[in-house]
């Protein structure tokens, strides 16, 4: 039983990878490091530095480590830079999938679990998603992670593909002070760098219809998220029939208001939000269900808020 994790060298894909040697499964990393770290992946972890548009290299990792099934987080996952490069976004994200698909058809890999998103729900119209809340995806990189849904089922269908796709909102956290989340748009980096460079940090807007005025949003630890692709792999490994998908949910969210006051204990600063303005088109409230992958693929919300805030600022780049 060995694992591929696509994108393993990067926030969510190095803990997915550890989260695998706890479980005493081995796993193989491709990355082709665009986003990722090479020191995120486990000196005896296999590392294989390539794009999947690379179906050449795909094919000679999967039969070079007797791969039995993938986890696919690989991609570009900006969805309000995707709105600009429309076309790096879909072969990132579509023609990779594609091109994983074809190396796993020949080489016989039957197992796949997929890191999707909650950006295929778009701007749903009601307060708690679950996975018949109607996928009406508003960007580039939503459409495309909702297009790799249907090319796995289809996959699925035609070629006897084991699989099961995972939509999220928000990850946070670090399960090690080694594994930070470096991306230059998510809220945790961005306040963790302000606060790190003596700034004060914004909320965009505190006049929403919640009870503390600011937007509400589901907000994962990044364990807890890795622990269910983990328990996923195992089960389609194990011949379980799973759900074509499943929503990691909180299932009552996080006001960005209590966020702040979760980094002013962790960080012993006891500072007041700047208030900026409300954002175009930010609804007040997304929270998604995770009711069917509680039953089906260990999720659970193990990590309170402080918990998850305070593992992000111990984690955070030192100078």
Do not use: C
């Amino acid at each position: 039983m060995t694992w591929l994790v696509t994108g393993g060298a990067g926030y969510i894909g190095s803990h997915v990878v550890r989260a695998f040697g706890e479980a005493g499964i081995f796993a193989v990393v491709l990355d082709d490091l665009s986003s990722g770290h090479r020191e995120y992946v486990p000196d005896d972890v296999p590392f294989v530095e390539a794009t999947l548009l690379d179906r050449a290299a795909v094919v000679a990792a999967l039969r070079e480590h007797e791969v039995t099934g993938v986890v696919h987080l690989a991609g570009f996952k900006y969805a309000g830079v995707s709105v600009k490069r429309p076309l790096h976004t879909y072969t990132q994200n579509v023609t990779a999938t594609v091109d994983l698909l074809e190396a796993m058809v020949e080489v016989g890999v039957r197992n796949l679990v997929f890191s999707s998103s909650a950006a295929t729900y778009g701007t749903p119209r009601v307060d708690l998603v679950t996975e018949s809340t109607p996928t009406a995806p508003e960007s580039p990189y939503g459409e495309s992670k909702l297009i790799g849904e249907w090319l796995i089922a289809d996959a699925g269908r035609a070629h006897d593909l084991r699989h099961t796709s995972l939509r999220y909102f928000n990850v946070v956290g670090s399960g090690t002070t080694q594994l930070a989340d470096t991306s230059p748009h998510n809220l945790f980096p961005l306040v963790v760098q302000a606060l790190t460079e003596g700034r004060t940090p914004r909320i965009n807007g505190d006049d929403y219809n919640t009870p503390d005025g600011t937007n509400v949003r589901d907000y994962v630890h990044v364990v807890d998220l890795a622990t269910s692709h983990v328990a996923a792999a195992q089960a389609l490994e194990a011949g379980t029939s799973l759900e074509r998908v499943y929503n990691l949910g909180s299932g009552d969210g996080l006001s960005v208001r209590q966020i702040m006051d979760a980094f002013a204990v962790a960080t012993g600063r006891d500072f007041t939000p700047e208030i900026g303005p409300r954002r175009a088109g930010d609804p007040d409230r997304i929270v998604a269900d995770g009711t069917l992958a509680a039953r089906d693929i260990s999720w659970a919300m193990r990590h309170s808020v402080q918990e998850m805030v305070t593992s992000a600022w111990e984690a955070r780049p030192q100078a």
